[in-house]
């Protein structure tokens, strides 16, 4: 009893990773009172100054307000703002956020109100702000849209970026797809089609640009653009007017007046704001804010002398790794600068593939139930058996309910009925939060939805759990959706709830990425990643060769395969705290991603490794794969992942399945057993998989020492198989061998650099 409550403690703990956020605010707002332009800045007191005001400023009347010396919120203290926004009407400060929490403070200009007496409207994470000609919207919790005085947008889309225009808001969704509300009728449904990353509106237009480099604006007022420059780092639009900042600093503008005026053209810029038909820009070289455009700024384009030039962020935060120089003293001299935007190159020649919304090509297996595999629930009694009763008792006691620290991100146990009462046994989140990115309680309606009704073609797989399907999600994300068969048996909940609290709490590159969760009339549903490639057993073993997979054309290919679930695995057992043990790794879990990245799945048997020696478990695994140790000892350590990963590599070399018949009346034969002893008679070409075309002798001494290696992973004694660290190193060092692409070399040597003590390890598998 008290393992598992340890268990499900250490299983809620999660890390936090800091999010950017800078560039998502501005620091320089404009809008239209009436019949007058005001521009609002963060305007330092002095050129070294780390302390900023708000101040706004009419033109052409040139009256000037100081909203940091006015009362209202906060009593007369003055209040450090961090970022603005303005639309008709008001004006909303937003200050420094303070343990990820941070204020709006609204001012509002109608006639009717007095324009001192401000409110805050929110309280809590912001994580991006955008004005448009009248609204105000922000992305909080995580990537929700809110907007203030305005209608309700739908709750269900996670968004990366948001951008407020004329009657409208427009957002990307974590899927790169463009959404747009409001009552813009020409902007609205003419969303173009793409993966997008950068996004602006305007009065009646919005622009955006592609992964691919490809700039598209629409709606009325999108201008015919000419001598468009290679790259930005900003896109701002007003009414017919539409702005780029190119990442020399140079402004480009398209509308009347819009051009910079001959002062400052050839001038550098830090920033750039446009709103209805005026400019405002932040110089470079003394952060003087200058505009142009409306008519109102003829005799005046200085407008402020000095201001702060962007949010301050911690400098390990930026998005792209760099800082606009000197910021660190206004942001003051404790670690915050001003990030510099991330550079987006354009090309107008790319073509932007357009994503279809309809159902994979292929039906594949993402759990390997449909490969016939038997899975074998080995419970033996004494130890494990006493566990297993343990375990159940546990379950049913353990009613558990993760509340999400909004500031630190960690998941807490919250309640545990000590009455044993609750059958219902998971109440779980209504959001899980993991590093910035939102897993979503979803509704039933909506993956029903999603998957077409759980339609037989969108079935791509079914397994122990349940069915697998393949749906869209609303944000256009292609989801994999694991539906738990109806009865809820307990080994069911137990994967569900195992899976769940194990992939709240990882998230790696090689690890299949969880999105969400269902937990909704009786239903039991986990929605992960779609792997569009399927699995690498069905590569290997199902699907005929094709000249579209690299696994048939290239042993480069094949081995990264390997590194890339080799390193998934590694940081399951050695930076995860405390580590993890998959206990099901086989070629049906390792799945492969649009760009052929594999990633390991099915985490509904892992477990948390606890201290000390080996954890006491039933065990459980896929026969073929199962470490017969385990088996054995029933003792549950790291190195029964090794054995199975090592018949994965086998598999990759020899193509043969994990258990297989040489011949039609043969008996059933494990790779392993196959292998040894033809490895040892050095007839190395014999195990080696044909369909695969060899193209020099460094890639043969390349493969026969990863063949050397998965024999030390199947090797029947745990204590004398290599780590998975060691696998790790040994597949980078291989792949290095056979020449893998550039990058690939450079990661491998920094690396081996970084892990300096255990490089001496890897001669274990050195050749002479
Ligand atoms: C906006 O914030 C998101 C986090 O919500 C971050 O990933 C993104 O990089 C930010 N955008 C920019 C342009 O900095
Ligand atoms: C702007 O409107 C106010 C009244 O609302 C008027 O007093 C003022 O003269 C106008 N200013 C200009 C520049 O038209
Ligand atoms: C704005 O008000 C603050 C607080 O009263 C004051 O310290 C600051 O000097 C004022 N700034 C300007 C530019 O007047
Ligand atoms: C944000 O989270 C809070 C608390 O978890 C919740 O009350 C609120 O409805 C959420 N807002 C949105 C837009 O999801
Ligand atoms: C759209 O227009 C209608 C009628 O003009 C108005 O009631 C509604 O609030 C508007 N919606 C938005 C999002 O502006
Ligand atoms: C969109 O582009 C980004 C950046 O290039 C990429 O990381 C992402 O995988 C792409 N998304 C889709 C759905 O293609
Ligand atoms: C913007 O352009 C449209 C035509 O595309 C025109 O009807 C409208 O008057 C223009 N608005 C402004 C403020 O120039
Ligand atoms: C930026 O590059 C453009 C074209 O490459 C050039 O015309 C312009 O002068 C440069 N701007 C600055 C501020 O260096
Ligand atoms: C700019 O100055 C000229 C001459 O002093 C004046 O006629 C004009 O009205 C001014 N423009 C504005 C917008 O104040
Ligand atoms: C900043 O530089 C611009 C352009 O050279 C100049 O017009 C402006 O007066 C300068 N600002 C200050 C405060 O000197
Ligand atoms: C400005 O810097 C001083 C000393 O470097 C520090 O004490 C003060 O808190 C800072 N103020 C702000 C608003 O960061
Ligand atoms: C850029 O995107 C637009 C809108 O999606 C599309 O019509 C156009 O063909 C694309 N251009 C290129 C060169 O890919």
């Not at 006015?70 to 303070?98: H, K, V, W």
């Not at 609205?188 to 996004?199: I, Q, S, V």
């Not at 040994?730 to 040597?749: A, F, P, S, T, Y």
Request: proline share 5%; charged share 20%.
């Amino acid at each position: 009893m008290h393992l598992f409550l340890y268990l499900f403690l250490l299983l809620l703990i999660s890390v936090s990773i800091p999010v950017s956020l800078s560039a998502n605010f501005s620091t320089l707002s404009i809008t239209r009172v009436h019949n007058e332009t005001l521009v609002c800045a963060l305007v330092l007191r002095s050129a070294s100054s780390n302390t900023s005001d708000l101040i706004c400023t009419h033109f052409p009347s040139g009256e000037t307000i100081n909203y940091s010396s006015e009362g209202g919120y906060g009593g007369g203290r003055s209040i450090q703002y961090s970022a603005l926004a303005t639309a008709d009407d008001f004006l909303c400060g937003i200050t420094t956020p303070a343990q990820g929490k941070s204020s709006m403070i609204w001012w509002s200009f109608a006639d009717d109100e007095d324009p001192f007496n401000n409110k805050r409207v929110y309280w809590g994470p912001l994580l991006a702000i955008s004005a448009g000609d009248s609204h105000v919207c922000g992305l909080i919790n995580g990537s929700a849209l809110k907007c203030w005085r305005w209608q309700e947008f739908p709750d269900d889309i996670s968004f990366k970026t948001i951008a407020v225009g004329g009657e409208f808001v427009c957002g990307i969704t974590t899927c790169g797809m463009i959404k747009c509300f409001g009552n813009e009728t020409d902007v609205l449904m003419k969303e173009p089609e793409g993966n997008f990353t950068t996004l602006a509106a305007g009065s009646h237009h919005a622009c955006a640009v592609s992964a691919s480099g490809n700039l598209t604006c629409w709606g009325s007022g999108a201008p015919k653009m000419d001598h468009v420059p290679d790259d930005l780092v900003a896109l701002s639009l007003g009414t017919n007017i539409t702005c780029i900042l190119a990442s020399n600093g140079t402004v480009y503008c398209w509308g009347n007046r819009a051009t910079p005026p001959e002062l400052v053209a050839r001038e550098a810029f830090v920033s750039i704001e446009v709103k209805g038909d005026s400019v405002c820009g932040v110089l470079m070289k003394n952060y003087s804010v200058i505009c142009w455009g409306s008519k109102n700024f003829e005799n005046n384009s200085l407008v402020f002398e000095q201001v702060l030039p962007g949010m301050c962020a911690p400098e390990m935060s930026c998005p792209c790794n760099s800082s606009i120089p000197g910021t660190g003293t206004i942001c003051g001299n404790d670690g915050h600068v001003i990030c510099k935007p991330c550079t987006i190159s354009l090309s107008s020649k790319v073509n932007v593939p357009v994503p279809s919304a309809s159902p994979p090509p292929q039906n594949h297996s993402t759990t390997g139930g449909n490969n016939n595999r038997i899975r074998l629930v080995v419970i033996t009694i004494g130890i494990a058996g006493t566990l297993l009763a343990a375990s159940i008792v546990m379950v049913g006691l353990v009613f558990y309910k993760i509340v999400i620290n909004k500031e630190q991100r960690r998941f807490d146990l919250a309640r545990i009925d000590p009455t044993g009462q609750q059958p219902n046994l998971v109440r779980p989140p209504s959001l899980l939060r993991r590093n910035g990115l939102v897993s979503a309680e979803f509704t039933f309606r909506a993956l029903h939805r999603a998957t077409d009704s759980f339609a037989e073609g969108n079935k791509i797989g079914s397994g122990g759990f349940g069915t697998v399907y393949w749906g869209v999600l609303p944000d256009g994300c292609q989801a994999a959706i694991k539906r738990a068969h109806h009865k809820r048996r307990r080994h069911t909940e137990n994967a569900f709830l195992s899976e769940l609290a194990l992939l709240s709490r990882v998230n790696h590159k090689h690890l299949v990425g969880l999105l969400g969760f269902c937990d909704d009339r009786g239903e039991r549903i986990l929605v992960v990643e779609y792997m569009p490639n399927g699995t690498l057993y069905d590569h290997l073993h199902r699907l005929p060769p094709s000249d579209s997979s690299p696994l048939f054309t290239s042993w480069t290919a094949r081995l990264k395969i390997a590194l890339d679930a080799a390193r998934g695995i590694e940081y399951l057992h050695s930076y995860a705290v405390p580590g993890i043990i998959h206990r099901d790794i086989k070629s049906s879990n390792i799945l492969l991603d649009s760009q052929w990245t594999a990633k390991v799945s099915d985490f509904g048997l892992s477990m948390a490794r606890t201290a000390g020696t080996g954890a006491s478990a039933a065990s459980a695994g896929t026969v073929g794969y199962m470490d017969p140790e385990y088996y054995r000892l029933q003792e549950l350590t790291e190195k029964s992942d090794v054995y199975s990963f090592g018949v994965v590599l086998l598999e990759i070399i020899t193509g043969f399945k994990a258990v297989f018949k040489t011949g039609e009346d043969e008996e059933p034969c494990h790779v392993a057993e196959y292998v040894m002893p033809i490895l040892s008679s050095g007839d190395i070409a014999r195990l080696i998989d044909q369909r695969v075309p060899m193209t020099d002798t460094r890639e043969e001494v390349a493969i026969e020492k990863v063949l050397k290696m998965a024999a030390q992973c199947v090797r029947s004694r745990g204590r004398v198989r290599p780590t998975m660290r060691e696998v790790v190193m040994e597949l980078e060092w291989v792949l290095g061998l056979c020449g893998g692409d550039e990058d690939e070399m450079v990661e491998v040597v920094l690396e081996v650099e970084d892990r300096g003590s255990t490089v001496s390890s890897m001669s274990a598998f050195d050749m002479e």
